[in-house]
């Protein structure tokens, strides 16, 4: 079983001091863009398994029965996979907020913030006080696919699906306004 990131994990600079640390929901998840992406992966599955059913019980050509085997794989992964995957990546993700950065370690990947650099900081907050907090600014058209996990697209770095998201956000921001009013020498 994979293990979530520890406090003990993130080397603190001299006078950085860790103020929180956590990890994003863990188990299958469904998400708002999930609305649109069960229907169009049934669709888009049924379809493949259709089409490549069809060409089995045909006198085809092999080439027919090799081509409809990327779109089965396609649609096995959106239809189920992608929750495994998303899974998956949620157990091995943990977080920190320290004085002077935030951290966010995904298996072996760290990647550290400054906080004074940070320009957007984005709290999205659901009904049971969790939330997603985005550093950096979201595109419209992956908006609506945030933190969905597919291959190859970049999503911007953030603290997903985290419990007391509003006092977690409270927190960025304050240690954000006083990383501001320490001189960089003396940081």
């Known amino acids: 079983m994979a293990t979530s990131i520890s406090p003990t994990d993130v080397a603190l600079d001299r006078g950085e001091v860790q103020l929180w640390a956590g990890t994003p929901r863990q188990g299958i998840v469904l998400r708002p863009s999930d609305a649109f992406m069960i229907p169009f992966s049934l669709l888009w599955g049924g379809f493949a398994i259709f089409w490549e059913a069809s060409v089995l019980r045909t006198p085809a050509p092999g080439f027919f029965a090799l081509f409809g085997v990327p779109f089965v794989l396609a649609g096995l992964y959106i239809t189920g996979g992608r929750f495994f995957a998303d ?24 990647k550290s913030l400054q906080l004074p650099t940070l320009t957007d900081v984005t709290l999205t907050e659901r009904g049971d006080n969790s939330g997603t907090i985005t550093f950096g600014a979201v595109a419209f ?8 996990p597919w291959p190859g697209v970049a999503q911007p770095p953030s603290f997903e699906m985290i419990p007391n998201a509003r006092q977690v956000y409270a927190q960025i921001r304050d240690a954000q306004q006083a990383s501001k009013r320490v001189p960089a020498n003396e940081r």
């Open 87 to 110: 899974a998956w990546r949620r157990s091995r993700t943990g977080y920190v907020l320290t004085s002077e950065r935030v951290v966010i370690r995904i298996g072996p990947t760290v």
């Open 141 to 148: 058209p992956m908006a609506m696919y945030a933190g969905t």
